[in-house]
């Protein structure tokens, strides 16, 4: 709103000063244009007098050349006449009015104001009746034409001593109306002149009146509108919820701060206005040490140098430190750095998360490490009295085969698959406890298609045993942990052929580049998993057939967090009957000298 007043403020002083210099310049030209016929009509009272001068004396002479010249001073009038008439015509031509007026002995650099007055001024009261004037003169020309003519006929051929008598009365007769008329010519432009003058004189006094109006009003609604805008930019930056500080060249000495400022910093705004920065104020590293004026944030603006973020602590008057994150940036006019600006807030809090935050870290990286021990501790003690009773276990079998009831036969048979059952579950929690442990080998440009040989080399056995079809389309490199990615494709392929229902396992495996990552499906045609169960699946232990197909319920729960460590996701497709696609992602290797310098591993079979 306020930008359109001072629009429509600005539009009507441009108007106005428009207005203005078109006023002025047909008060200019109009002048000119009087001017102009002012000093026409003297030439066309001058000639007309001469005329008759000269018929008198060709009336009393009889000498031609008195008449020739006659006829020449009438061409002034004649002139001025022809102009006028071609001006009265509706569309005249103004070459010829050109011509006349020329002929009328007009400079031709007055011409077009003659003509400017005529077009625009001839109805107006004192051009109408000038122009009156001026054509009863031209009808008083024509007669003195005539008069001449008649005379130099009769000039010839009479002997009447009263001619020349008569004559010159005639003359003086039309001399004396001439004179009237162009007295009365003059007198009107006179009076035109000077009532258009005034006219002319008030428009002009009044328009810059207008002028100054506006221009006040303009200047007033401009101060208004600066002195709005500077009150916002004082309640913006005192209201902010940042700490600003400005500072003038070359010494940092405080021009203004805001309210947040010397809340944060802990000092009186009117104690160290218009006081050095470094006067007074306390700043120390992040390592806790006294921070040098050349490194404050404030002194490297000051220096030309544009400052982000940059941590550090504040001591407040009262010995407390608070922590600030602190930009700065130089002010530049004309070249030259007159001031800097600083902004900065409270990041006490955020800095408490983050040591809680490392805290935790250390921590937790030291309750991993303590559970990865206890684990490989808990498995190797474990596996050690498994091993013992396995072995009794078969000697047992062996050395009483027989011997003893059948009840005793089925004891040990249990006993026996109970502790291969221990040692493959023991086997699988340390395998699924390791897989993100820090210390595990770093992601890399691995190359799927030599990653599932691999995985096809370990379960060669059972591939064989099963008859198993496994194709697979052309693989793509990935980043990501070579073993780990192994045990993948390893569980996927082990479960197709698990539940695969009685039937030949059929495995496809399949890639599609999915923007900067891979999606591999692995598909059978198996038994298939309800879809109420797709979530469980992927948890701990959970086992959908109880101990009719064996394992652990580890497998695909070491698959999900296998996948998620290398950032992807993993998901099923499936329904009873109608077999399972296991979607995984994987992100793309980095770049072709990852893919050059990947390790080629051998074919498992």
């Known amino acids: 709103m306020r930008d359109r007043t001072l629009l429509t403020v600005l539009t009507a002083f441009t108007l106005t000063v428009c207005l203005l210099l078109l006023s002025t310049w047909a008060c200019v030209k109009i002048l000119s244009g009087v001017r102009a016929y002012v000093g026409g009509e003297g030439l066309y009272s001058k000639a007309q007098k001469n005329a008759t001068w000269l018929l008198e004396l060709y009336v009393t002479t009889g000498d031609?050349?008195?008449?020739?010249?006659?006829?020449?001073?009438?061409?002034?009038?004649?002139?001025?006449?022809?102009?006028?008439?071609?001006?009265?015509?509706?569309?005249?031509d103004l070459r010829v009015v050109r011509r006349g007026f020329v002929a009328g002995g007009n400079s031709p650099d007055d011409v077009d104001d003659l003509i400017f007055v005529f077009r625009r001024l001839r109805y107006?009261?004192?051009?109408?009746a000038a122009v009156d004037i001026w054509t009863q003169g031209d009808a008083e020309i024509a007669r003195l034409r005539r008069l001449g003519d008649r005379i130099h006929t009769e000039r010839a051929r009479t002997t009447d001593p009263s001619f020349a008598s008569l004559a010159a009365a005639e003359i003086e007769a039309i001399n004396g109306r001439l004179t009237i008329l162009e007295d009365r010519f003059s007198a009107t432009l006179g009076a035109g002149a000077r009532s258009t003058a005034r006219e002319l004189l008030i428009a002009i006094v009044v328009l810059a009146i207008g002028?100054?109006?506006?221009?006040?009003?303009?200047?007033?609604?401009?101060?208004?509108?600066?002195?709005r805008e500077r009150e916002t930019l004082h309640a913006t930056i005192n209201n902010a919820p940042l700490g600003i500080v400005l500072v003038d060249a070359p010494n940092g000495r405080i021009r203004m701060g805001n309210a947040h400022a010397w809340q944060l910093l802990g000092q009186p705004s009117d104690e160290y206005m218009h006081a050095e920065f470094a006067t007074g104020?306390?700043?120390?590293?992040?390592?806790?040490?006294?921070?040098?004026?050349?490194?404050?944030?404030?002194?490297?603006?000051?220096?030309?140098?544009?400052?982000?973020?940059?941590?550090?602590?504040?001591?407040?008057?009262?010995?407390?430190?608070?922590?600030?994150?602190?930009?700065?940036?130089?002010?530049?006019?004309h070249g030259r750095i007159v001031g800097a600006v600083t902004i900065f807030y409270d990041i006490s809090?955020?800095?408490?998360?983050?040591?809680?935050?490392?805290?935790?870290?250390?921590?937790?990286?030291?309750?991993?490490?303590?559970?990865?021990?206890?684990?490989?501790?808990?498995?190797?003690?474990?596996?050690?009295?498994?091993?013992n009773i396995a072995i009794f276990s078969e000697l047992l079998a062996h050395d009483y085969a027989g011997r003893l009831d059948p009840g005793a036969d089925s004891i040990i048979r249990v006993i026996t698959s109970s502790v291969e059952r221990m040692n493959a579950l023991i086997r699988d929690l340390l395998a699924y406890s390791r897989v993100s442990n820090v210390d595990a080998a770093p992601m890399n440009a691995v190359n799927l298609t030599q990653v599932?040989?691999?995985?096809?080399?370990?379960?060669?056995?059972?591939?064989?045993?099963?008859?198993?079809?496994?194709?697979?389309?052309?693989?793509?490199?990935?980043?990501?942990?070579?073993?780990?990615?192994?045990?993948?494709?390893?569980n996927l392929i082990d479960n197709a052929i698990k539940y695969a229902g009685g039937k030949q396992p059929v495995i496809e495996i399949s890639a599609e580049k999915a923007e900067e990552h891979w999606q591999i499906t692995v598909r059978d045609h198996g038994i298939g998993i309800d879809p109420h169960h797709h979530k469980q699946i992927f948890g701990i232990f959970k086992r959908l057939h109880g101990r009719d197909v064996p394992g652990t319920g580890i497998g695909l729960a070491l698959?999900?967090?296998?996948?998620?460590?290398?950032?992807?996701?993993?998901?099923?497709d499936s329904n009873v009957g109608q077999g399972a696609a296991f979607s995984f992602t994987l992100p793309d290797a980095l770049g072709a000298e990852q893919r050059d310098e990947i390790e080629h591993l051998p074919a498992m079979g």
């Not at 002028?211 to 002195?227: D, E, M, P, V, Y």
């Not at 390592?287 to 407040?316: C, F, M, T």
């Not at 935790?360 to 498995?379: G, I, K, V």
């Not at 691999?454 to 198993?468: D, P, T």
């Open 64 to 92: 031609e050349e008195w008449f020739s010249r006659f006829q020449q001073a009438l061409r002034v009038p004649e002139g001025d006449r022809d102009a006028r008439v071609e001006l009265e015509r509706q569309n005249p």
């Open 349 to 387: 809090e955020e800095r408490k998360f983050e040591e809680a935050l490392v805290r935790q870290s250390h921590e937790l990286a030291r309750s991993n490490a303590d559970l990865e021990q206890f684990a490989y501790t808990t498995s190797h003690d474990l596996q050690e009295p498994l091993r």
């Open 452 to 490: 599932l040989d691999w995985a096809r080399g370990n379960l060669r056995v059972k591939i064989v045993e099963s008859h198993a079809v496994i194709t697979a389309e052309e693989l793509p490199t990935v980043r990501g942990d070579r073993v780990q990615l192994v045990q993948v494709f390893q």
């Open 281 to 333: 104020w306390r700043a120390r590293s992040p390592e806790n040490l006294p921070l040098p004026w050349p490194d404050y944030p404030v002194a490297k603006a000051l220096a030309g140098e544009v400052v982000r973020s940059q941590n550090l602590q504040w001591s407040r008057p009262d010995g407390d430190l608070v922590w600030l994150r602190v930009s700065a940036a130089p002010i530049w006019r």
């Open 559 to 572: 698959i999900k967090r296998v996948v998620e460590r290398h950032g992807g996701s993993i998901r099923v």
């Open 211 to 227: 002028l100054w109006t506006i221009g006040a009003l303009t200047f007033r609604k401009l101060l208004s509108a600066f002195a």
């Open 124 to 128: 107006t009261p004192y051009v109408s």
